[in-house]
């Protein structure tokens, strides 16, 4: 579960016009709308407006910076403003400037609109990688920026401009579980372009002892060495899944590196794989994407140590992170904490082994979690800000952790992506999954680009992190339990 989870003002939709809306909403055209946004979150490299410099100006430069933006015909140049910031650690919003009807910008505008003569008092911009942005006013939506990204990874999420979280260099981070649930999307729409693109960029990013890091920066790359197991397992079963659908080997080896550190992680005793190594913790999450991984590189290679790894992984699941006697999925080894995904993705898990008869004890568990009759509304509150997205039909799905002990003051919120989760583990078994279905709609009408907000309200107090984000992984879920319950693991 990824925990963080640019867009457009509030916009208001009437409850007939959403209900319309989201009853011309089949299957087939939310897969569509979901597959196209996860496109447009990879492609933002792809400027809809060019914006430049006129000079180069260097990290040390302080002082004025001017450029052009090139609009294209019939665009107006008061439609827009360039804001300008500074990189150092983040980016520094240093001015926001409007455009020339030439198409030029410039710090000293601020001289002439405020009649201000700010030489000799300070430096409009400061030291830093300066990089310029063209926004579009109505909606704050960036439409061009004169920074170019290093690496071809997928932005995690969309960010309203408005939002107290933005401008802190989320909007330019990937978590590789979002990369990895991006690749299995476009492999499966037979978008082989994209898909391989991004294993391209993870390939760069691997160390020689084949891990990878928890998330980078699309223009930067590394962020912080924080390495976590179960974001690995799920980038090497992408890199399988790409194979299987386009039969080309490239990943394979990739994929093995991926295996055989995440083999370092295993504790002998048990079976089980470490959260990574800087923890002591076992999760079962992790675990259960390392069933699917090694179970999957095995059958490809036909090694008998993943095979193994595998079997091992298994019984680890079963022998020490499930609960007999609570007749659940803990959080971990040790750990009793409840989680929604432990028993939803563990029920997937439990009917890839053949034990239904453990199954009807998680999906009792997962009824804890339901949520119903919930809303969708705007809120300025800091911890649950929202000014954006909102829906007036009712709301039902699942929240990601149960108010006890474990979680004191856990949110009663609906988890979007565990949501679709759940659906995918109950269409498994056939069973009626319309209403959480009609639900998931409903959200995704909201955002009129067609992503799915990662919660249906934010929950930002730590420790939780849940944002009104429209989200890859809510979105790629979406996608591909949509295409058939059984297109992952």
């Not at 563990?346 to 004890?361: E, N, S, V």
């Not at 934010?458 to 058939?484: D, K, N, S």
Request: some cysteine; charged content about 25%.
């Amino acid at each position: 579960m990824c925990c963080f989870i640019l867009a457009h003002s509030g916009h208001q939709i009437t409850r007939a016009k959403q209900m319309e809306e989201t009853s011309n909403f089949n299957p087939a055209s939310a897969q569509s709308r979901a597959l196209a946004w996860l496109q447009r979150q990879l492609d933002l490299a792809d400027q809809d407006i060019e914006i430049e410099f006129d000079s180069d100006y260097g990290y040390e430069y302080t002082g004025n910076v001017s450029g052009r933006v090139h609009l294209g015909s019939g665009e107006k140049p008061e439609d827009y403003e360039v804001q300008i910031f500074s990189v150092t650690d983040i980016p520094y919003l240093q001015a926001k400037v409007p455009l020339g009807r030439d198409g030029q910008f410039s710090t000293r505008k601020l001289t002439e609109v405020l009649g201000i003569d700010f030489s000799g008092i300070f430096s409009p911009v400061r030291e830093g990688v300066k990089v310029a942005k063209v926004v579009r006013i109505q909606d704050g939506k960036i439409m061009g920026s004169t920074e170019r990204p290093a690496y071809r990874l997928i932005r995690s999420y969309r960010i309203p401009e408005d939002d107290p979280f933005s401008q802190q260099g989320l909007e330019t981070r990937s978590w590789i579980y979002d990369d990895a649930l991006a690749v299995i999307a476009f492999s499966l729409s037979g978008d082989r372009k994209r898909a391989s693109s991004i294993l391209d960029s993870l390939s760069q990013l691997q160390r020689s002892d084949g891990s990878l890091d928890m998330s980078y920066d699309i223009y930067k790359g590394e962020i912080s060495p924080l390495i976590r197991s179960g974001s690995l397992a799920w980038v090497g079963y992408s890199a399988l899944k790409y194979e299987l659908v386009t039969k080309d080997k490239k990943y394979r080896k990739f994929a093995i590196r991926i295996a055989d550190y995440l083999l370092t992680q295993q504790n002998k005793k048990t079976g089980s794989i470490r959260g990574g190594p800087d923890v002591k913790w076992y999760s079962t999450e992790h675990n259960i994407d390392c069933f699917f991984f090694f179970r999957e590189l095995s059958l490809l290679t036909r090694e008998t140590r993943f095979e193994r790894a595998a079997e091992s992984v298994k019984e680890a699941l079963l022998n020490f992170h499930w609960s007999a006697k609570e007749n659940r999925f803990f959080q971990g080894v040790d750990d009793p904490a409840g989680a929604l995904d432990t028993n939803s993705w563990g029920g997937i898990f439990l009917l890839a082994i053949g034990r239904t008869d453990l199954l009807q004890g998680a999906m009792n568990y997962l009824s804890k979690f339901k949520v119903d009759s919930s809303a969708m509304t705007h809120s300025n509150s800091r911890n649950s800000y929202n000014m954006t997205f909102m829906t007036n039909l009712p709301l039902s799905g699942y929240k990601p952790y149960l108010d006890n002990e474990h979680y004191p003051g856990a949110p009663d919120i609906i988890w979007t992506e565990g949501t679709w989760g759940v659906i995918n583990l109950m269409q498994r078994q056939q069973l009626d999954t319309w209403p959480l279905i009609r639900s998931m709609f409903a959200i995704q009408s909201s955002d009129p680009e067609g992503g799915l907000v990662y919660a249906n309200r934010g929950a930002a107090q730590e420790p939780f992190e849940f944002h009104v984000w429209p989200a890859v992984a809510a979105t790629a879920w979406q996608y591909f339990t949509l295409r058939g319950a059984g297109s992952i693991w």
